[in-house]
């Protein structure tokens, strides 16, 4: 499915990136990853490049060494709540914006050009279900991952008469370890797998997916 493919995936270290790292050289893929970690390798990868991506001229410059590229997967963000939305002390606004929105544009301000050269390729993205309205004391993340929603949303208007199709997952709770710890209690069995997740970005990023335009997916499980 993504046979031979050159598949940038951003954020490449956390537990969702090396899923999806895994499923796509599984299906054939050469991936090359990109993270803020200091590594000289990256398992489940065939390449791997430290990069500050919220560094918008560090991030042109590390995907001018890459060569052809044929898909990029955005999944480099975090999470935070529990600041209110009028907390004048609060830096969770800046920081979601930062980490979610700012290395999205990045990454894609410099994957783009690359694509549009070879008149083909994906962009997935990674929303949030819980974005689509707004929740209490998870206003900066929630407005950052709508901003990455409609961001979404804009670039495939922009690009999908050009070969490119972009599309976003919107997860629900995702199976990681720091959810796990932050929500001892909850039946982790009703959660999103990192790899079912994976399963659906690798099909958004293929060319089975070719009809799909400005999707905004749910993978929600069982929650």
Known sequence: MLSNKRVVITGAAGTL???????????????????ILAADSLENTD???QVDLTNRQATLDCFATLGDIDVLVNIAGGFAMGDTAYDTDSEQWDKMFRINVGTLRNATMAAVPKLLARGSGAIVNIGALGALSGQAAMSAYCCAKSSVMK???SLSEELRHKGINVNAVLPSIIDTPPNREGMPDADFSQWVSPQQLASVICFLASEEAGAVH??????????
């Open 17 to 35: 990136g090396q899923a999806t790292a895994h499923k796509a050289q599984r299906l054939g893929a050469h991936v090359i990853g990109l993270d």
């Open 47 to 49: 390449s791997y490049q």
């Open 151 to 153: 961001l979404t949303e």
């Open 214 to 223: 400005g999707a905004l997916l749910p993978v929600r499980g069982l929650a």
